[in-house]
């Protein structure tokens, strides 16, 4: 029976080192195979696309070359322009600001619809996932509409004096900002729920026995409960709203060029693949730096990180 | 200070705690109501009964978590109506814990101390002598996720102390521990509250707890309080059904009064006619019908009738469980069920056995007449 010491108890069952892995294969095999096949290739795809370089009519060709890169990073043919690293920090920016955004609406939201009865939370978090039913670019071409001259925010924002008669609140950086909320406002709200819900309270209630102010609170025994769906969401909203091109386009007026933008126009009209390629790469690298970053602090503070 | 006293509304100097007609309504029913206690001052004072009574309720009001509907608390002579819970001078130790699961035992100790604006270098001196204390030095650098519930309720205690507050109020405190470790941490928190001198007000449903370790104990049942008292005069003159029943176990004898004499009278019960004494303030004088309660270690049982001319009767051993150093014995006396505790101090055999006929006795001064 020696055999058996080897093996390891899981749910009551007897199961060898082989047996283990088999049952883990079959269980998550599925979604490894979908991983791989339709994110780790393409991937690695245009990993290697952004190191070749584009033929005259926009083919791939082959000589291996960091031309991309460095013409990302302005030193391109005409002398240093750094036209992209702005790009870069703008699309960094503008996600920046909707994350903030999208947290100054969501923290009250999130205790609102957490503080509900049963019945009307149901109600509240159904209206919260609403938006997704609509497609992204219905939506915006609806804000457009309602930000026009004609519009009925547009109406309402003149009659109050916020802009002059017969002036459109769109294309602007306000209307591309309301946009974005409306789009990633859920991603945020739904995990920060689920966090503010599962708050012990008595925690709080220690916290003031023991002198506590509101304020502070809320940053010793509110804050530190409700990190994990904090710092879920604000991935959830800051990663997607870095690639953002539609709203930027569609309510911004399509005067500045955001990271999607450049991308779409590279792999589109201007048909160069490679170049398309190194600047989603940069995009890739500069997320992926930043998030680190934000691990490191959340670490710091919280205990355990989120990656 | 006589007159003071007279007036209710009158601050006592030497409470800690003053309830004055508090009452607290929430939106479907009324948590306590009319509730007039005064605490003093290093006084280890128990809120006792079962779930539901109201006792917490009286807790956080003091804490100033909940306020009352009606009625004032006061706290070392102050009415704190408007004094929110982070500025009283009272702090808790909650019966979940409730340590700070992100911060380190040292950091939430040190809490309380830090939020009253306290320097680094002080509040280090003092969390050490406070943790040397309760004997949680070595666990200093720990969270609180990694410390055992014994553990973790010496931090919530020290977290309370530390703030050396006029008040320390304690829900349930060893409700989540082990019977053996519970008996241990009784003694602790007596010995701790002498050492400190402060007020302590504990809320607990273990009658065995409350009686071993408070001054005086409030036994409440359904928003009110039943009786107030010493550990003794609850258990030795109980005043109603409820705290006879719920501080140990007591036989209920009911009977209506055939005879009254000065301080005492003969009545009538299932067993037979039994003469009783009266409490001085007892209003059981006016009434025709009575309740009386014996506890079962003073019902003495016997072989023969003996000297005694009254309160003797004929009983049957029903049941009858050996503990060691005592026997409970169910007995029936003419119908009516008494439970009797018996100490084996004969060397052998104790002689009485299920089935077996015998005498008990129940003495005048151990019978207490109730109220409902």
Redesign the interface.
């Known amino acids: 029976m020696e055999w058996r010491k080897e093996r390891e108890c899981i749910f009551g069952e007897q199961l060898s080192p082989l047996d283990q892995t088999l049952r883990s294969l079959r269980t998550s095999g599925p979604a490894i195979v979908w991983t791989t096949l339709f994110l780790f290739v393409p991937l690695l795809g245009i990993v290697f696309i952004s190191f070749m370089s584009r033929g005259s009519y926009g083919e791939l060709q082959l000589p291996l070359t960091f031309d991309n890169y460095s013409r990302f990073f302005g030193f391109g043919s005409f002398g240093f322009d750094p036209l992209y690293p702005y790009i870069l920090l703008r699309s960094v920016l503008l996600a920046v600001g909707s994350t903030l955004l999208c947290m100054i609406c969501a923290l009250p939201l999130a205790f609102f619809i957490a503080g509900l009865s049963p019945r009307y939370k149901n109600l509240a978090l159904t209206l919260v996932m609403i938006p997704f039913w609509t497609n992204l670019l219905i939506r915006t071409y609806a804000w457009q509409m309602l930000l026009s001259a004609e519009g009925l925010v547009s109406k309402i924002a003149q009659f109050v004096g916020l802009v002059g008669e017969g002036m459109p609140l769109y294309p602007s950086l306000g209307a591309v900002y309301l946009g974005t909320l409306c789009d990633y406002l859920p991603y945020l709200v739904l995990p920060l729920y689920a966090s503010v819900e599962k708050i ?1 309270w ?2 709080v ?9 509101r304020i ?2 809320f940053r ?2 509110v804050l ?2 409700i990190i994990p769906g904090l710092a879920a969401g604000i991935v959830l909203v800051f990663v997607p709203a870095t690639g953002q091109f539609i709203v930027p386009d569609l309510l911004g007026g399509a005067k500045t060029s955001m990271l999607g933008n450049s991308i779409a126009q590279q792999f589109g009209p201007s048909r160069d693949w490679p170049f398309g390629s190194a600047i989603a790469m940069s995009g890739i690298l500069a997320l992926m730096f930043a998030l680190i970053i934000y691990n490191r602090i959340l670490a710091k503070r ?2 355990e990180g989120l990656l | 200070m006589a007159h003071a006293s007279a007036s209710p509304s009158s601050p006592d100097a030497a409470a800690a705690v003053e309830l004055q007609n508090v009452e607290k309504r929430f939106a479907d029913f009324t948590a306590v109501t009319g509730i007039n206690l005064t605490i003093k001052k290093g006084e280890f004072f128990s809120l006792l009964g079962p779930s539901g009574c109201g006792k917490t309720t009286l807790l956080r009001m003091i ?3 909940e306020f009352p509907s009606s009625g004032k608390v006061l706290i070392a002579g102050q009415d704190v109506h408007d004094v ?4 009283r001078p ?3 130790v ?1 019966q ?1 814990y ?5 911060m380190t035992v040292r950091d939430n100790i040190g ?2 101390l830090r ?2 604006g306290m320097g680094r270098d002080e509040i280090r001196v003092r969390v050490d002598k406070i943790m040397e204390l309760v004997q949680i030095g070595q666990f200093a650098e720990r ?1 609180p996720h990694m410390l055992s519930g014994g553990q973790r309720q010496r931090v919530a205690l020290a ?2 102390v530390v ?1 050396e507050p006029t008040v320390l109020l304690l829900d349930e405190p060893l409700g989540a521990l082990d019977l053996k470790l519970r008996k241990e941490l009784q003694f602790e928190l007596v010995a701790l509250q002498r050492r400190l001198g402060i007020t302590f007000i504990c809320v607990t449903h273990d009658q065995e707890e409350a009686l071993t370790m408070s001054d005086r104990i409030a036994v409440m049942n359904r928003g009110h309080i039943e009786q107030l008292g010493a550990a003794e005069d609850l258990y030795e003159s109980p005043r109603t059904r409820f705290v006879g029943g719920f501080l140990g176990t007591c036989n209920i004898i009911e009977g209506s009064v055939t005879n009254r004499g000065p301080g005492g009278a003969s009545v009538t019960t299932a067993a037979g006619p039994m003469r009783v004494e009266f409490r001085k303030d007892s209003d059981a004088t006016r009434r025709d019908k009575l309740t009386l309660g014996i506890r079962p270690e003073k019902v003495r049982l016997r072989e023969e009738p003996g000297n005694e001319q009254e309160n003797c009767f004929p009983v049957t051993v029903k049941e009858l469980q050996y503990i060691g150093s005592e026997t409970h014995y169910l007995l029936d006396c003419s119908g009516l069920q008494l439970s009797a505790e018996v100490m084996n101090s004969k060397v052998g055999s104790q002689g009485f056995e299920a089935g077996q006929k015998a005498f008990v006795y129940l003495p005048p001064a151990g019978l207490v007449v109730l109220d409902d």
């Open positions: 012990d008595t925690i209630e220690a916290a003031m026995d023991l002198g506590a102010g502070q609170s010793h025994a530190p409960q919280g205990g | 804490a100033g978590l929110p819970a982070c500025e009272v702090n808790t909650f979940s409730a340590l700070f699961p992100h809490f309380g939020m009253k969270k977290r309370a703030n």
